[in-house]
């Protein structure tokens, strides 16, 4: 019962990228198309986050705006989360959430705090921070700890955030240590829903104990992530194996090749809602998409996903 109870709870979320018009502005029936294709793969979603979301270019009215339209796109129809980017402050991410709250996300995000100029906090800022946040808001919400801010975010402090605050569900966790993720999955993983930052770590995570991936190759491919999460569930160890080789050359094809840049021109290749990269981002140089179809060609991508 406890493993059928494992198996059940797996999951996978992409992370929205937000379709641009070549004149910079937001392409909201684009965007629509794009998160109806994910949630009708089954995929969850993140939307407005500052990686493969381009939140960084994006104004709070900017996100609120893009906020409000995914959750009348997806709500109640697939897992709808914001993401949003990491703070300065605790004022900006209570700011983030309570605008998340009012346009009715299923949950959101708390990043980490990135305090500028390459700096650490140190752990008991990180723990005030946190409580701050948690304090000033009653949603759902999920804790972030990621290696784009410099740090790690020691496990104690988590363990106790999720101890003392009962609004927290889920933690993503995207660090390339394998000891931190055990750790941090033997504490929490029975009470709450853990995730990896990317697909090359899910079937170490799910082995340890974990729930799942996040991933920004669910932007081009959800049909094939959605797979991976289905096979596992179903014990299908062959199929488990070619649809994760699959998912992992095909991260290997966009991660360091341009990234969100070049999953937007294969996109667009497939005839497939996308739109542009935003500035200081440009559109991917023709040899990195070169380099990105033989990959969807090879893996049989456009077969996967019914294009």
Known sequence: ????????????????????REDGSIDLDAFAAHLTRIGEAGVGVYVGGGGSGEGYT????????LIEHA?????????IRAMGVEP??????????????????????????????????????????FSEVLRNSSMPLVLSTHQSVGYVIPANVIVDLFENHSQLIGLN?????????????????DRIDICVGGPHQAPMAMALGGQGFLSSEANLAPRLCRSVIDAAR???????????????RLFMAL????????????????????????????????????????????????EIEGW
């Not at 406890?2 to 379709?19: C, G, K, M, Y």
């Not at 004022?91 to 390459?118: C, P, T, W």
């Not at 966790?173 to 993983?189: C, E, F, K, M």
């Not at 179903?234 to 992992?248: K, P, T």
Request: aromatic share 8%; net charge neutral.
């Open 1 to 20: 019962m406890a493993s059928e109870n494992r198996l059940s709870r797996l999951q996978t979320f992409a992370i929205s990228i937000t379709p641009f």
């Open 58 to 65: 994006m104004s709070f009215d900017e996100t609120a705006m």
């Open 71 to 79: 959750v009348g796109t997806l709500k109640g129809k697939a897992p």
């Open 88 to 129: 300065r402050t605790a004022r900006q991410m209570i700011e983030f959430l309570n605008m998340a709250e009012a346009k009715g996300v299923d949950a959101a995000q708390i990043y980490s705090l990135d305090v500028g100029h390459g700096h650490v906090p140190t752990p008991t800022e990180l723990s005030t921070y």
């Open 173 to 189: 966790i995207s660090h390339q240590d394998p000891n931190y993720l055990r750790s941090l999955i033997d504490a929490l993983g």
């Open 234 to 248: 179903a014990g299908d160890n062959a199929l488990y194996l070619d649809r994760w080789g699959a998912l992992l």
């Open 255 to 302: 991660y360091g090749n341009g990234g969100i840049r070049v999953t937007k021109a294969v996109l667009g290749e497939f005839g497939l809602p996308g739109g542009y990269p935003r500035p200081p981002r440009l559109p991917a140089e023709k040899d990195a998409i070169e380099r990105a179809m033989a990959v969807v060609k090879d893996c049989n991508i456009a």
